[in-house]
T-cell receptor, first 111, second 113 residues
Framework: NAGVTQTPKFRVLKTGQSMTLLCAQD?????MYWYRQDPGMGLRLIHY???????AKGEVPDGYNVSRLKKQNFLLGLESAAPSQTSVYFC??????????FGNGTRLTVT | DQQVKQNSPSLSVQEGRISILNCDYT??????FLWYKKYPAEGPTFLIS?????DKNEDGRFTVFLNKSAKHLSLHIVPSQPGDSAVYFC????????????FGTGTRLLVSP
């Protein structure tokens, strides 16, 4: 039982490049989330989804897009990466009103 | 505006002693609180939670206390073990659900043998 799997684990981008982070969960959870963690800031919610085909903005959505075409997958896209998007990105999933299960993170550096 | 605050960035405790991690919140609408533990290069893992209708919840060595009037909660670990060394995040949400979970900035706990 893999839980929540994030790919890739590490990535270095140049300013202006694009990329997609993939999150997959095998727990049949309805809810999925993307967070970013920065030093001294804790975890901040970027976007989330309450079910297949739905997405919603979180606290810091600017510069990111998401898609939830399949229940088990939640994609986070950066169309034009900026140095301010250097961070560790965590995907999570849950049932409604249940603790979140997190993946192990993707460390992204934008130069 | 930091709605959930963990004012101690780090805490050092000796093995066998009590660890007390503190968390303050400003939004009186929060009704459910959680603690997560995070090891390096791993994602946060759920540790313990408490509803606002309670003032204490215990799970083995871990106890969370909630003081609603002070908007303060604390996590007690007794006895502390070296394997407890990690970053601990406090989080809070309202009855709107976990899609609005707000995290604190974390406290790094170091338990020395």
């Amino acid at each position: 039982n893999a839980g929540v799997t994030q790919t890739p684990k590490f990535r270095v981008l140049k300013t202006g490049q694009s990329m997609t982070l993939l999150c997959a969960q095998d727990m049949n959870h309805e809810y999925m989330y993307w967070y970013r963690q920065d030093p001294g800031m804790g975890l901040r919610l970027i976007h989330y989804s309450v079910g297949e085909g739905t997405t919603a903005k979180g606290e810091v959505p600017d510069g990111y897009n998401v898609s939830r075409l399949k229940k088990q997958n939640f994609l986070l896209g950066l169309e034009s990466a900026a140095p301010s998007q250097t961070s560790v990105y965590f995907c999570a999933s849950s049932y409604s009103r249940a603790p979140l299960h997190f993946g192990n993170g993707t460390r992204l550096t934008v130069t | 505006d930091q709605q959930v605050k963990q004012n101690s960035p780090s805490l050092s405790v000796q093995e066998g002693r009590i660890s007390i991690l503190n968390c303050d919140y400003t939004n009186s609408m929060f009704d459910y609180f959680l603690w997560y533990k995070k090891y390096p290069a791993e994602g946060p893992t759920f540790l313990i939670s408490i509803s606002s209708i309670k003032d204490k919840n215990e799970d083995g060595r871990f106890t969370v206390f909630l003081n609603k009037s002070a908007k303060h909660l604390s996590l007690h670990i007794v006895p502390s073990q070296p394997g407890d060394s990690a970053v601990y995040f406090c989080a809070a949400t309202m009855n709107t659900g976990f899609q609005k979970l707000v995290f604190g900035t974390g406290t790094r706990l170091l338990v020395s043998p």
